[in-house]
T-cell receptor
Framework: ETGVTQTPRHLVMGMTNKKSLKCEQH?????MYWYKQSAKKPLELMFV???????ENNSVPSRFSPECPNSSHLFLHLHTLQPEDSALYLC?????????????FGEGSWLTVV | QKEVEQNSGPLSVPEGAIASLNCTYS??????FFWYRQYSGKSPELIMF????GDKEDGRFTAQLNKASQYVSLLIRDSQPSDSATYLC????????????FGSGTRLQVQP
């Protein structure tokens, strides 16, 4: 069992659909993250949560809506997405957001918007 | 804007050779540096981290940090075909963003 689990692993959705990505970490960490990885582009930070409080929103469009009900779970709610939103969405966690802590990634959710 | 730069490659080396991967970053106010490996279709996995100037060795891997030159590198000794992957450099700055900033990665190909 990996420390950070993401579901679903693959998702195809239409531009008018509403779906959610789920992440769960089993490492006892206090910080969780959403990153987006598009082809030939660096990993882009989307959101940072520390102890269930959003501490950073990296200018992400409102069609992406995060939710962190507790320190072990993180969701990314998706609605009215665009084809350019197709990418690998990676959840990660770390002990804290202090920078010296290693972040651990989940396996990712491959999203295709049609 | 704080940035992390890597040559996209591919960097091709023969099996058994030393692979040298380089990374530069734009701001001196950085705190910690990480190297991740990402196989095609998989998520990044940590190889090693370095905080202080100099070299840090872990098995076949050596990270080198030069803060004055804003440069961090990863050396892979005795390269194996299984080392073929994309290597991501990541930097944490002690001001501003509370998360790692990643470079776009260097693709390494180790030829048998």
């Amino acid at each position: 069992e990996t420390g950070v689990t993401q579901t679903p692993r693959h998702l195809v959705m239409g531009m008018t659909n509403k779906k959610s990505l789920k992440c769960e970490q089993h490492l006892g960490h206090n910080a969780m993250y959403w990153y987006k990885q598009s082809a030939k582009k660096p990993l882009e930070l989307m959101f940072v949560y520390s102890l269930e409080e959003r501490v950073e929103n990296n200018s992400v469009p409102s069609r992406f809506s995060p939710e962190c009900p507790n320190s072990s779970h993180l969701f990314l709610h998706l609605h009215t997405l665009q084809p350019e939103d197709s990418a690998l969405y990676l959840c990660a966690s770390s002990q804290d957001t202090g920078g010296a802590d290693t972040i651990y990634f989940g396996e990712g959710s491959w999203l295709t918007v049609v | 804007q704080k940035e992390v730069e890597q040559n996209s490659g591919p960097l091709s080396v023969p099996e058994g050779a030393i692979a040298s991967l380089n990374c530069t970053y734009s701001d001196r106010g950085s705190q910690s540096f990480f190297w991740y490996r990402q196989y095609s279709g998989k998520s990044p996995e940590l190889i090693m981290f370095i905080y202080s100037n100099g070299d840090k060795e872990d098995g076949r891997f050596t990270a080198q940090l030069n803060k004055a030159s804003q440069y961090v590198s990863l050396l892979i000794r005795d390269s194996q075909p299984s080392d073929s992957a994309t290597y991501l450099c990541a930097v944490f700055w002690d001001t501003g963003r509370r998360a790692l900033t990643f470079g776009s990665g260097t693709r390494l190909q180790v030829q048998p």
